[in-house]
């Protein structure tokens, strides 16, 4: 195999990789149902159930929690899950990021004036690890 041809598939991977879905899900897969409860507590579940699977999501923090929910209810019903248990929900920080800021310019005597600075920005993120839920007896 040539070394260029490894940097194609491993540069490719890479892209793949960073572009990947913000939603991630671990666990069995059922027919989907019409929607999916949403309870905070192992307890409050009113019927006899299985644990379906994990499903993890990080998104900037920017982003409408409402529409995280949402999407996190929807992913759980096309999983056939009736129920998601949030089992976490914080906020992140990391993922630094750091740029060179420069600027030029001709100074009053005819000389060149260059600025720099650097400017780092801290990304946050919403994350929101749940637990989706089958019930054992149809409902």
């Known amino acids: ?4 041809f490894f940097s194609v598939v491993l540069g490719s991977a890479i892209i793949l ?9 671990l666990g069995k897969t059922y027919p989907s149902t019409p929607s999916a409860e949403l309870f905070f507590r192992e307890a409050d579940i009113p019927y006899a159930f299985e644990i379906m699977g994990k499903l993890d999501v990080e998104m900037p923090a ?3 929690t409402v529409k995280i929910q949402k999407k996190v209810m929807q992913i759980a019903a096309d999983n056939g ?4 248990l949030i089992d976490n929900f914080d ?3 990391g993922g630094f990021t750091s740029a060179a800021v420069g600027g030029g310019g001709v100074g009053n005597n005819g000389g060149a004036a260059v600025a720099s600075a650097r400017k780092t920005r801290v990304n946050k993120n919403i994350n929101v ?6 019930y054992k007896v149809a409902q």
């Open 1 to 4: 195999m040539s070394f260029k």
């Open 17 to 25: 990789a960073a572009c990947g879905s913000p939603y991630r899900y």
């Open 62 to 64: 920017n982003r409408s």
């Open 81 to 84: 899950a009736n129920v998601v």
């Open 91 to 93: 906020l992140s920080t």
């Open 129 to 134: 690890k749940a637990t989706l839920v089958k």
